[in-house]
């Protein structure tokens, strides 16, 4: 072959290497992209209302994060419709993401400034307190409970935007009835596992409980601050006492959506409330049906964790 017509072959095929090369990092890239937003054989949570078939999907991630704006609510005694517009303000401004970026100084689930007062970066990073500030702010919004979502939203966050939350208004609505209870079993996360390897442990799930739903959440022992019961990687959480049937039902389920919800950040493996059990080994069928043989099953919310 003449050397003038061999060296366009060799260019031709370094082309079409390079095309199959980039080919082949575009698709690594999408997977990659799609396993970490959420997309399909991405580990996920599902909110699933009874009866109309709605359904709204979330990672993990974000439902860790709506698991601690409605806790941190309920440790206030705040309403439900506080829940829901905080879920919809977080939706809009973060995607209920824990993000270190924003416009201008923003930062958080709630993209709050520390410019304005909002306090530290350090601080607003921290789920709970971010949310604690949004809720204070709501509180000295006059009947906003009876205000529409936009309106009271806009209030505290005096956006540029404000329409914008009234689209996640009825995402927030179903995972607010999930995470408060009122809708029992009706979100369920496939089984996923922190990168970093972090221990679990019974210890560690009680820290948190204490943290976001405030002391109370626990029972007090000897030593003062509540403990719950078991140890190593079992606890076990009363609820309702002396309670009537339908709060302690409420209360039941919203403890053990707050730990499903969490179950990847903290290596819950199993949760068990009211004759239903949640597996990380097979969470791909959600709650299960178990037999009860104790008569305080609907009292009591058990948790096994990894360590």
């Not at 990847?264 to 069928?285: T, V």
Request: aromatic share 6%; charged share 20%; glycine share 12%.
């Amino acid at each position: 072959m003449p050397a003038q017509s061999v060296a366009p072959v060799r260019r031709k095929r370094r082309l079409r290497t390079a095309a199959a090369f980039a080919v082949l990092i575009g698709l690594a890239c999408y997977l990659v992209v799609q396993y970490v937003t959420g997309g399909p054989g991405a580990p996920h949570c599902t909110v699933r209302a009874e009866g109309d078939g709605k359904a709204y999907e979330l990672s993990p991630e974000q439902a860790a994060n709506a698991a601690t704006i409605s806790a941190v609510a309920t440790s206030r005694g705040l309403p439900e419709r506080a829940v829901t517009i905080a879920l919809a303000t977080a939706m809009q401004e973060s995607g209920l993401r824990n993000i270190e970026f924003g416009d201008r100084d923003s930062v958080g689930l709630f993209q709050q400034r520390p410019s304005q007062d909002w306090g530290t970066v350090q601080q607003i990073m921290d789920p709970v307190y971010a949310a604690g500030e949004f809720y204070r702010h709501l509180a000295k919004v006059p009947g906003y409970s009876r205000l529409p979502l936009t309106v009271a939203a806009q209030k505290v966050q005096r956006s540029g935007y404000p329409q914008a939350y009234a689209k996640h208004e009825a995402n927030a609505a179903l995972l607010t009835g999930a995470l408060t209870g009122r809708d029992g079993a009706a979100m369920s996360c496939t089984e996923s596992r922190p990168a970093d390897g972090r221990a679990g442990g019974a210890a560690t799930v009680r820290e948190r409980l204490v943290r976001e739903f405030g002391p109370g959440v626990l029972p007090r022992t000897d030593g003062g601050a509540g403990r719950g019961t078991g140890g190593g990687r079992q606890l076990t959480v009363p609820v309702g006492q002396g309670g009537a049937a339908d709060e302690t039902a409420r209360r039941g389920w919203e403890l053990a959506t707050w730990a499903v919800a969490h179950s990847a950040e903290l290596r819950i493996e199993q949760i068990s409330y009211a004759g239903r059990m949640w597996s990380a080994d097979d969470s791909g069928k959600g709650w299960q049906h178990r037999a009860e043989s104790s008569a305080a099953a609907g009292r009591t919310v058990r948790l096994v964790t990894a360590q």
